[in-house]
């Protein structure tokens, strides 16, 4: 399938033209005004990011920031996820002795408050259909540039979506009666297919920024305008929980490619708009994508709090093979977190939900991937973090290597390489190292190459060793791609 094609399942009426990557604070240029008062404060970069990260602590939120933080907002106009901002501004008023606003920074209010945008989780349907469009229409029309950084999480951006669909997970009545067209059932359908077709693509070449624009195109051209029509209670569900998906896929292919920020947007937009269908699983299949994406930027106790809700929430909804996902990702976190009896728990839970499924169950759109074999690669990940590599291969053995599936088999491949270097096999981890690396090859994805970095810190006690030189410089360009 060509790369043209994929676009023109969800072409808007002005066909493929402008798509663009969005990437969240980035200018072109230096932040004249804040480098003029940064002279006139005088503080040192490492000292000022040390100020604002103590604020931030005070406000109950983790930040790490350094002087290239502060360099990176002064010199190329960085702006860093709100309340940031306002802590900046805070922390030159301490140092100037008088009250500094955001747009003495050149940071302003309206150029602060797009970096939430798609971050609010209203209690009402109508203002959550809004708040889902606005930002979809923002993503579509603003040209972002398409760079390098991975863009900000803040993990603490999940905690009022999860406890308001953890109060109420479904919505009453969703019939509307809009100025658009009558949304039928074959628009529903043809969304669906729209998510399920963005799905292949991900899984065989990552979120790469064309294909994550592409998506982003889907929800502006084709979901937005649907959601403005008018449509029974019965079809509105379905058009809800459609369009969830495909929030969620285009959420998940932001993550991929390593743009956080909105990654968290449309996750969220995704879990309001499952509320939104009253459709309990696919709200626990989101909460657990959300906890994946949080477990992997480093957030192990919330990532294992945020799969647990979607256990409880969900329980009584959720197929076997959802149930399964959710405790795999929390077996997941377990192992992160070095507590190997909750990670083989949480494991061995997932195991006896996926050997209770049926392909006639109603799983959420996606899902079925969720295999036995599936469940084994996921496993090989939970022992590489405990450090039990003989359990990496037994896993492995069980693990099918599908077509289709590329950055997942090259991921995998860099998982079992980290175990053999574990085992101080040095030779088959490099062989396993360098399949990583072809695999992969063709997949644009940030993710991915986590994993290659992962594999090269457990390289590091050989880094001497001619093989292990050569493969570090063939890992460089391709983390450099």
């Given at each position: 399938m060509s790369q043209i094609r994929y676009l023109a399942v969800c072409d808007g009426p002005h066909g493929t033209e402008g798509v663009e990557m969005v990437e969240s604070g980035?200018?072109?240029?230096?932040?004249r005004l804040l480098i003029a008062l940064l002279e006139q404060a005088g503080p040192s970069r490492e000292g000022l990011a040390r100020r604002i990260n103590a604020l931030a602590a005070e406000s109950g939120l983790e930040r790490h920031y350094t002087h290239t933080s502060v360099q990176n907002w002064a010199q190329r106009g960085m702006i860093p996820t709100p309340p940031i901002p306002q802590l900046l501004a805070q922390a030159l008023s301490e140092y100037l002795s008088r009250q500094i606003t955001l747009g003495e920074i050149g940071m302003t209010e309206s150029e602060t408050a797009?970096?939430?945008?798609?971050?609010?989780?209203?209690?009402?349907?109508?203002?959550?259909?809004?708040?889902?469009?606005?930002?979809w229409s923002d993503v579509e029309r603003r040209d972002f540039l398409a760079s390098a950084s991975t863009g900000t999480f803040a993990v603490a951006a999940y905690?009022?979506?999860?406890?308001?669909?953890?109060i109420n997970p479904a919505d009453v009545g969703t019939a509307h009666r809009g100025t658009g067209r009558t949304v039928g059932a074959a628009d529903v359908a043809s969304l669906r297919a729209s998510a399920d077709q963005a799905r292949r693509w991900d899984s065989q070449y990552g979120g790469g920024d064309w294909r994550t624009a592409a998506v982003a195109r889907c929800l502006h051209h084709q979901a937005a305008?649907?959601?403005?029509?008018?449509?029974?209670?019965?079809?509105?569900?379905?058009?809800?929980?459609?369009?969830?998906?495909?929030?969620?896929?285009?959420?998940?292919?932001?993550?991929?490619?390593?743009?956080?920020?909105?990654a968290q947007a449309h996750l969220i937009q995704a879990l309001r708009l499952a509320r939104a269908a009253g459709d309990a699983a696919l709200g626990g299949y989101v909460l657990a994508t959300m906890a994946l994406q949080t477990l992997l930027r480093g957030y192990t106790s919330q990532a294992?709090?945020?799969?647990?809700?979607?256990t409880q929430r969900a329980s009584t909804a959720a197929s076997p093979r959802?149930?399964?996902?959710?405790?795999?990702?929390?077996?997941?976190?377990?192992?992160?977190?070095?507590?190997?009896?909750?990670?083989?728990?949480?494991?061995?839970?997932?195991?006896?939900?996926?050997?209770?499924?049926?392909?006639?169950?109603?799983?959420?759109?996606?899902?079925?991937?969720?295999?036995?074999?599936?469940?084994a690669a996921d496993a090989t990940e939970i022992y590489r973090d405990l450090r039990r590599p003989d359990l990496v291969h037994r896993w492995d053995a069980q693990a099918r290597r599908p077509t289709g599936y590329t950055r997942s088999t090259g991921m995998?491949?860099?998982?079992?390489?980290?175990?053999?270097?574990?085992?101080?096999?040095?030779?088959?981890?490099?062989?396993?190292?360098?399949?990583?690396?072809t695999l992969l090859a063709t997949v644009h994805s940030h993710r991915a190459k986590d994993y290659i970095r992962g594999l090269l810190i457990e390289l590091r006690p050989w880094e001497q060793e001619p093989q292990v030189r050569e493969y570090a410089r063939r890992a460089s360009a391709f983390l450099a791609a």
């Open positions: 980035r200018r072109t240029s230096p932040n797009r970096l939430s945008m798609g971050l609010d989780f209203p209690r009402e349907l109508a203002p959550a259909v809004r708040n889902a469009v606005d930002l905690n009022t979506p999860l406890t308001r669909w953890l305008p649907l959601l403005r029509g008018t449509y029974t209670d019965a079809t509105g569900r379905a058009l809800f929980a459609a369009t969830a998906e495909l929030s969620r896929v285009a959420g998940f292919a932001y993550f991929d490619a390593g743009h956080h920020r909105l294992i709090d945020m799969a647990e809700a979607a959802a149930a399964a996902f959710y405790k795999l990702i929390e077996g997941r976190a377990h192992a992160r977190a070095a507590d190997s009896r909750a990670a083989e728990r949480a494991l061995a839970a997932a195991d006896e939900h996926l050997s209770r499924a049926t392909p006639d169950d109603p799983d959420p759109a996606g899902l079925e991937y969720m295999t036995p074999e599936r469940l995998r491949a860099a998982i079992v390489a980290s175990a053999h270097v574990q085992a101080r096999q040095l030779d088959e981890g490099l062989h396993r190292g360098q399949q990583a690396l």
